[in-house]
């Protein structure tokens, strides 16, 4: 893959004609679409859950059930897509569409790791394949695997994971270099710390905090941030903050001669 920039969008979109998605007035895959269209220069990777069964209809193909779609993506070295569920629901046109208008190939039922279209959601009533891994048709060459991961105790979705083969970009011959960022502030976290710090959340006024935060009615990322600031504010009352090591310069080892 040589290009500089990928757009990678992490998707969540209700269950349609839930009371969550009842409480959102707003279209969902136009949001979507607008996002696409403005980072359509770089290469897109959409990762997660729209909550469209698509059954084994592909994404790629002219005309599905009489919708006819814009076909300029070229399906030869692209593998039928295939998957587990046996229906379909309302939001299969609306990903369809963005998917062909946008040339983005879905990975989930026809990439190495996964040529059958697992299963991704687990509830009670039954397993469906709701979540998704898009990406544009220019860097589908450079997708070298994807896999869909078991469930566990803690969620019904599966994780989705996907290898990228890329160049390097920085020219190691040139010596050019770049700036990295400081990594994040990390926790040292024991079990033993378990329930001095759910007394700790017990006591503070996070739900006072948080239910503020909602009422709100910010953008999603201002949210996701002071929730965030909220949740580390209670940490560090409890748990201790992980000092970053900066490497040592070696020292230079002198040899005295003897006269």
Same mark, same amino acid.
């Given at each position: 893959?040589?290009?500089?920039l990928?757009?990678?969008?992490?998707?969540?979109i209700?269950?349609? =004609?839930?009371?969550?998605e009842?409480?959102?007035?707003?279209?969902h895959?136009?949001?979507?679409q607008?996002n696409?269209? &403005?980072?359509?220069?770089?290469g897109n990777?959409?990762?997660?859950?729209?909550n469209?069964?698509?059954d084994?209809?592909?994404?790629?193909?002219?005309?599905?059930d009489?919708v006819t779609?814009?076909?300029?993506?070229?399906?030869?070295?692209?593998?039928?897509?295939k998957?587990?569920?046996?229906?379909?629901?309302?939001?299969?046109?609306?990903?369809?569409?963005?998917c062909?208008?946008?040339e983005?190939?879905?990975?989930?039922?026809?990439m190495?790791?996964?040529?059958?279209?697992?299963f991704?959601?687990?509830?009670?009533n039954?397993?469906?394949?709701?979540d998704?891994?898009?990406?544009?048709?220019?860097?589908?060459?450079?997708?070298?695997?994807?896999?869909?991961? =078991?469930?566990t105790e803690?969620?019904?979705?599966?994780?989705?994971?996907?290898?990228?083969?890329?160049?390097?970009?920085?020219?190691?011959?040139?010596?050019?270099?770049?700036?990295?960022?400081?990594?994040?502030a990390?926790?040292?976290w024991?079990?033993?710390?378990?329930?001095?710090?759910c007394?700790?959340?017990?006591?503070?006024?996070?739900?006072?905090?948080v239910n503020?935060?909602?009422?709100?009615l910010?953008?999603t990322?201002?949210?996701?941030?002071?929730?965030?600031?909220?949740?580390?504010?209670?940490?560090? =009352?409890?748990?201790?903050?992980?000092?970053r090591q900066?490497?040592?310069k070696k020292?230079k080892r002198?040899?005295? &001669?003897q006269?």
């Amino acid at each position: 893959m040589k290009q500089d920039l990928l757009y990678v969008c992490s998707v969540y979109i209700p269950p349609q =004609n839930s009371p969550r998605e009842q409480r959102l007035v707003c279209g969902h895959f136009e949001l979507l679409q607008e996002n696409i269209y &403005k980072f359509s220069k770089s290469g897109n990777i959409l990762c997660g859950d729209p909550n469209a069964r698509l059954d084994t209809l592909d994404n790629y193909v002219h005309e599905m059930d009489g919708v006819t779609f814009p076909m300029t993506v070229l399906t030869s070295s692209i593998e039928p897509h295939k998957s587990r569920n046996i229906h379909i629901n309302t939001y299969w046109k609306a990903l369809a569409e963005l998917c062909c208008g946008n040339e983005l190939i879905i990975l989930n039922g026809r990439m190495k790791g996964d040529y059958i279209g697992q299963f991704t959601c687990h509830t009670y009533n039954g397993a469906s394949v709701v979540d998704y891994t898009m990406v544009s048709s220019e860097i589908l060459q450079s997708i070298k695997h994807f896999s869909v991961s =078991n469930t566990t105790e803690f969620l019904h979705h599966c994780f989705l994971s996907f290898a990228l083969e890329a160049e390097p970009r920085l020219g190691v011959d040139k010596g050019e270099t770049s700036e990295l960022l400081l990594l994040p502030a990390s926790f040292v976290w024991s079990d033993d710390l378990k329930n001095t710090h759910c007394e700790n959340f017990i006591n503070s006024n996070v739900s006072g905090e948080v239910n503020t935060l909602l009422e709100s009615l910010n953008e999603t990322d201002s949210v996701v941030s002071k929730f965030t600031d909220v949740i580390v504010n209670v940490l560090r =009352n409890v748990v201790k903050i992980r000092n970053r090591q900066t490497p040592k310069k070696k020292r230079k080892r002198t040899i005295q &001669k003897q006269k």
